[in-house]
């Protein structure tokens, strides 16, 4: 187990709790750009949003609409984005870590516990919380948490194409493709390339990263 994570059993869940917070990430994977990581308080009882789901299982037309009504109808959310200088400064599961800390953090006035999506938890959370595994398949508050970092991190990674079109940001957002690794070899990496990641190394070589920074993305 990392340093900056802890399993689930180790916090105490609130007993009753019912003011739940979702968190989940989008974009540990790819090459270049931010990890997203969104978090979302639903009001208890009946769910006011129709039609979540795991945002991996909706086309882009689909998360968009429902990025609208979940940041109309939530009690609460909150994104952020860990930027790729903190991702090669601390790897990018210990950025992960830190960008649902914060997200957390900004829906903490909100909630009572949060369920995380995974098998871990970070340190320092400001509530009781659980794991869960697949949760963005099981939780309502956790596929809509995936909903907004899907269409958050698709929308950043649209706007890094207007200014590095010829990586193709716009269509694989920054994962390993044949297209995206071939544009690495021609161009080799920008400045929104994740260095720590093998690929982008071969590419360029190893380079010192920079001082990084958290953005505040969206909130309520």
């Known amino acids: ?76 959310w909150h994104v952020v984005a860990v930027e790729v200088a903190d991702i090669d400064r601390l790897n990018i599961y210990q950025a992960t870590m830190l960008g649902m800390r914060l997200a957390l953090e900004g829906v903490a006035h909100a909630a009572e516990l949060a369920r995380i999506d995974g098998n871990a938890l970070p340190r320092g959370l400001p509530c009781p919380a659980e794991a869960w595994i697949g949760g963005d398949a099981r939780d309502r508050a956790i596929m809509a948490a995936s909903i907004l970092a899907k ?50 190394r071969d590419a360029a070589g190893i380079h010192p990263p920079s001082s990084g920074h958290v953005t505040v993305v969206e909130s309520l």
């Open 1 to 76: 187990m990392a340093d900056g994570a802890q399993l689930a059993f180790d916090l105490p869940v609130a007993p009753g709790a019912r003011r739940i917070a979702g968190i989940d990430e989008a974009g540990r994977g790819p090459l270049a750009g931010p990890v997203v990581v969104a978090a979302v308080v639903l009001r208890p009882g009946r769910t006011p949003v129709n039609g979540l789901a795991d945002s991996k299982q909706l086309n882009a037309q689909r998360r968009e609409q429902l990025y609208e009504r979940i940041v109309e109808r939530a009690t609460a």
């Open 151 to 200: 269409v958050t991190r698709d929308r950043l990674m649209r706007q890094l194409h207007e200014q590095w079109p010829h990586y193709g940001f716009d269509v694989h957002k920054g994962y390993a493709t044949p297209t995206h690794l071939a544009a690495l070899r021609t161009h080799g990496p920008c400045p929104h390339h994740r260095r720590s990641f093998a690929p982008v």
